[in-house]
């Protein structure tokens, strides 16, 4: 078990392009997690996955923002369009259905949009 | 929404112990988690309570939990350097699907 994985660790990108994250949970989690971190806040939440569909999307996602999940594994987030407010840190968490009153957080993606 | 609330700051000796608190506005909430997040890395799950206890301890932690007010505390005996961390305080609520609510988070330093 290696924990919640996140890649890139840093994205630094100019506003307007499009930048994509991915996350790969502990292997044997169902449930996957998105929440924003900006600086001096708590997470907030953004989407949730069980298995390959998502379940949840909070008020937070844009259009510009999508998230899949295609094989129930590992999950991608996209942002098209970037602008300089979606700079923030990028948290990814996973949990097992039946105990998902845990999370688990992988490192966090922390992007940077000049 | 749901509204979770920490005082910004703290700050302890090395050997003192650290009381870090936070008050909810859901009194539905079945759990609370206590989180530690230190600088540039992700969030550890420190330690948890269900909303039907009053305390949990676990080694140097001990949680307390006042339903009636909504108060969760976070006690760390024998504060050590590497406790210097931001402690998020957070709650699942029922009926709100599998998100958490995070506090905006208490700083922690510790004084050698």
Redesign the interface.
Known sequence: DTG?S?NPRHKITKRGQNVTFRCDPISEHN?L?WYRQTL??????LT?FQNEAQ??K?RLLSDRFSAERPKGSFSTLEIQRTEQGDSAMY?C?S?LAGT?????????T?LTVT | GEDVEQSLFLSVREGDSSVINCTYTDSSSTYLYWYKQEPGAGLQLLTYIFSNMDMKQDQRLTVLLNKKDKHLSLRIADTQTGDSAIYFCAEKVPNTGNQFYFGTGTSLTVIP
């Open positions: 919640v996140q449930r997690y001096g806040q708590g997470p907030e939440f949730y379940l949840e909070s948290l968490a949990s998902d009153y845990e999370q688990y957080f992988g490192p966090g922390r």
